[in-house]
């Protein structure tokens, strides 16, 4: 059920943004971060980050990458933001974003979604990042690795993912934002001499301390650049969260020397033995005026006022340009400060318009739902009782035969036991005579049988007997009569 109304709420989603933010956990079997190389020197990302927790993000949007991200699914917080810097855009509405992936490996989503609109189509949600829930009154905010106050459009609203936020205190978020923009548009940029050769790293040191027991908050922020242009240089910055005033400048070695034992942030170290010092002290230079809060303008405009002062004949001019600025200034401020407020107004309005459109349209889906689920639930209930009808019918007919046939075993079984008594004592009465009666011939005949049997055997006794006196008379006459003649 929450299934389908998500996918309805994020098929509409897509439509009405048609740029929808993706992000891609990049599998253990593809080189480094995949499309995302682009955004390390050499196409090398940094080496030493081997945890079996650490997660590789390539983050998205228009199917084009916008940076990469190497995640702590432990700290639930980045560890480093790799980009580049692109032409800044007007701050864009926050519309966090969260990586299903990271959660729900198995899943379908292939891009970041609104965490709002997620549902219950990630399992596991929040096991292994962290949510907006876990922000919601702790005293932090979510602070950009990548600002993206340094990012164009389509690559700002790349930036408003929970992979590329930690924990900061109001204070300290806006304090490292402004002190990154400043270093890397009046430092970095200016002595680079092509933007494209400039790599950035933003990254976190986690620290023992959490928010609501689950999101860790920073120890440290840092920042490394690296201008592997040919006269190449390279330069580490790092932020104490305890004090919101300080910037510290430190070599790209020494900054790793902070980090885990064995990491490699850049390849070759950009070079580092071989940098332009001329170049590192410029920067370094800059940087200083920036952390002591001084103004610093671009190298165009640097170049400017030397050609003026070396022109004696612009003085004038520029005199009578700097009086019209301050004369004008107040008025470009105001217009700026009209503008600004119609903008907002506008944005205000289609702000509006977007949620009234969102609620008339989630109550209309909810409704046509709802409909549609007790629809489907009265037809199968129906379906389920008209199918069950000859079911019972057969049943019970079935048990009126069973129980017929049961009925007339009994009587029949009754029936045998009860005629089976009269019907035995007859037979039994009936056969009396016929033994008795049939019996007296052959009790005649046996008694006869043993009287003759006595007599013959009296007979033969007899016989026996005159046989043998017999024979015993003629031994005795032959023993003591004389033998005579034959006649005799």
């Not at 079997?29 to 995302?36: K, L, N, Q, S, Y």
């Not at 196409?43 to 991200?69: L, M, S, W």
């Not at 070599?251 to 064995?262: A, I, S």
């Not at 209930?381 to 069973?402: C, H």
């Amino acid at each position: 059920e929450w299934t389908m109304k998500t996918s309805i709420v994020f098929l509409l989603c897509i439509s009405v943004f048609p740029g929808f933010s993706q992000g891609r956990v990049v599998r253990e079997d593809e080189t480094g971060f995949a499309e995302c190389n682009v955004f390390f020197p050499g196409q090398v990302p940094p080496d030493g980050f081997t945890e079996p927790f650490h997660v590789k993000i390539c983050q998205q949007y228009n199917k084009e990458p916008r940076f990469a991200t190497l995640y702590s699914t432990k700290d639930k917080i980045p560890l480093y933001s790799a980009f580049k810097f692109t032409k800044p855009a007007q701050s864009e509405e926050e519309n966090w974003l969260v990586e299903p992936q990271i959660d729900d490996p198995e899943n379908d989503l292939n891009e970041m979604v609104h965490e709002a609109n997620i549902g219950g189509a990630v399992a596991n949600l929040g096991e292994n990042q962290a949510l907006t829930s876990d922000y919601v009154g702790s005293g932090y905010e979510r602070g950009f690795l990548n600002p993206s106050l340094l990012n164009e459009e389509d690559f700002q609203m790349a930036t408003y993912t929970l992979t590329n936020a930690v924990p900061l205190s109001p204070a300290l978020s806006k304090s490292w934002h402004r002190d990154v923009g400043k270093v890397v548009e009046q430092a970095l940029i200016p002595h680079c001499s092509n933007m494209d050769h400039l790599y950035l790293l933003a990254g976190a040191i986690p620290s023992s301390v959490q928010v609501k027991g689950k999101v860790s908050v920073p120890e440290s922020l840092w920042l490394a650049a690296c201008c592997d242009a040919p006269e190449g240089w390279s330069l580490g910055l790092v932020k104490n969260v305890n004090d919101e005033s300080s910037l510290t400048d430190l070599t790209v070695r020494e900054l790793e020397k902070q980090l885990l034992p064995g990491v490699h942030l850049f390849k070759g170290n950009c070079g580092e033995d071989k940098q332009s010092q001329e170049k590192r002290e410029a920067v370094l230079q800059v940087v200083s005026q920036v952390r002591s809060g001084e103004q610093v303008g671009t190298s165009k405009n640097q170049e400017n006022t030397r050609i003026l002062s070396n022109n004696q004949e612009t003085k004038d001019s520029g005199l009578v340009r700097r009086v019209a600025g301050i004369i004008a200034t107040p008025f470009i401020k105001l217009l700026e400060l009209l503008i600004y407020i119609f903008v907002e107004l506008v944005k205000l309005v289609f702000y509006f318009l977007w949620l009234v459109v969102k609620r008339v349209v989630g109550t209309i889906l909810d409704g046509v739902y709802s409909l549609w689920n007790g629809m489907m639930s009265y037809l199968k209930a129906v379906s389920m009782v008209l199918i069950s009808i000859p079911y019972d019918i057969g049943r019970v007919i079935i048990n009126i035969f069973l129980g017929f046939l049961q009925i007339v075993r009994d009587v029949v079984s009754l029936t045998y036991r009860i005629l089976s008594i009269p019907m035995g004592f007859i037979l039994h009465l009936a056969a009396f005579p016929y033994h008795t009666i049939c019996a007296i011939p052959s009790v005649l005949k046996d008694v006869a049988t043993g009287i003759g049997g006595t007599f013959s055997l009296v007979i033969d006794a007899t016989a026996a007997v005159l046989h043998g006196f017999y024979y015993l008379a003629c031994h005795i006459v032959k023993r003591f009569v004389p033998k005579g003649s034959s006649d005799d």
